[in-house]
């Protein structure tokens, strides 16, 4: 019987309907999921994941656990759970912050810019034979 390490609460438990995490947590996030649930269908105010842990006296934990597991989407426009997978700055759910988005794009640029002027010189002749032909290997 397979063995497995459950998620949320670290458990070693015996995995044989290949959950990412084990009964006990499954029944309390079930229970805070519902919970939240009806919560947010009874109010019409914005809900963030710091107002849910405040009025419903959920953990935080749970909260975290129900946005990465996407069981639990709050509005986009709100600072939520996430963290960016190059430098693990807090993001808005997204999977990179706004700083390493704009390395990223910046970084984007600068390549497709570079890869143009490599081909205008292809083109215009103004690569030298052994140039081109170092291109070529490339």
């Known amino acids: 019987m397979p063995l497995f390490q459950c998620e949320y609460c670290g458990n070693v438990f015996n995995n044989v309907t290949g959950q990412k995490i084990c009964p006990n947590c499954s029944k309390e996030l079930d229970g805070i999921f519902t919970r939240i649930r009806k919560y947010m269908y009874s109010t019409e105010e914005l809900v963030t994941a710091a107002k849910l842990v405040e009025e419903l006296g959920v953990s935080e934990k749970a909260v975290e656990y129900l946005i990465r597991d996407e069981r ?8 939520t759970v996430g963290r960016c997978k190059i430098c693990g700055a807090p993001t808005s759910g997204d999977s990179l912050c706004e700083k390493c988005r704009k390395k990223f794009t910046e970084g984007m640029q600068k390549y497709r810019e570079e890869k143009n002027q490599k081909t205008e010189r292809q083109r215009s002749g103004s690569v030298t034979p052994l140039a081109r032909s170092r291109m070529e290997e490339e």
């Open 72 to 79: 639990l989407i709050l509005n986009r426009s709100v600072k």
